[in-house]
């Protein structure tokens, strides 16, 4: 088993079932490659929705409590038997080529981290065009909807950090690590997958919020000014939030979305950081 792709999902039934059906349409041989699906809990039928399934290549299904993503993907990274780890998320479609570009990657350059190209729903990608393909990226860019790198620096690192239970930084927190391994990460734009879930401005404005609490977090394992700064805990931007807070007649003529889940942002973070 040359490569392992882990997924954690929680109640994404149907969009779920296209990203595994695009992933057992790879152009990778099936002996090379395995799906290791991990699924907390889920209250949508998922499970009833993979019974239904047929795959292509070795596939297996965990169903566990509901720990967060961080948790899940941890077991499925554990399970797997593939010398490469391909991580992505329940609501990425792949390209059919996207676990061959991925592998043979890793073919030309040993013990390394890859991330190829994810579009988003408004069909703009991930990544801007202004990066040139296989240009090394900075750890920032570890995003984990479309990411490989060997099993084992993974174990070395330590695998994700799961006391991060809400949305974001997971990822990122992950490759700041692995950078100070000195594991170098690569921009593969050949690798392509497809964003399949749009948020609403309500949902954005939670996401946002939680963002902050995970920052937080990130900010306290790593108490140095570069991740302060990349963080936006700066006096100018804690300096408005303050003052919004305080003068709530402000915050509510506020139109910009933008400025909005700035707020929002920095709520979360303040809520965080007073977390023991």
Known sequence: MKLSVVIGAYNQKEV?????????????????????????????????????????????YQRVGNKGKTFARNLGIKAAEGEIIFLTDADM???????????????????????????????????????????????????????????????????????????????????????????????LPGAVNYHHHPVTDSGMLERKFEMGRSAALFYKKHP?????????????AMGIYTFLKAHPQFLARIKSRYLLEEYQYRRGLEAGLQEN
């Not at 079932?17 to 907390?40: G, H, I, K, M, N």
């Not at 140095?224 to 100018?236: A, C, D, H, S, Y």
């Open 93 to 187: 479609v792949a390209k059919e080529t996207l676990l061959e570009e991925h592998l043979k990657a890793h073919q030309r350059k040993k013990d390394a981290s890859f991330e190829g190209l994810t579009i988003n729903p408004n069909g703009k990608p991930y990544i801007k065009s202004f990066i040139f393909p296989h240009s090394r990226l900075k750890w920032s860019y570890f995003l984990t909807g479309n990411l490989s790198l060997p099993k084992k620096i993974l174990l070395e690192a330590g695998l994700f950090d799961e006391r991060f239970k809400g949305y974001g930084w997971e990822d990122i927190e992950l490759g700041y690590r692995l950078s100070r391994m000195k594991v170098p990460l690569y921009f």
């Open 16 to 60: 779920l079932r296209q990203t595994l059906e695009s992933l057992f349409r790879q152009t990778l041989p099936p002996a090379e490659y395995e799906v290791q699906l991990v699924d907390s809990s889920s209250t949508d039928g998922t499970d009833q929705m993979v019974r239904e399934l047929k795959p292509t290549c070795r596939f297996n």
């Open 224 to 236: 140095n000014f570069t991740i302060k700064m990349f963080l936006g805990i700066n006096p100018l």
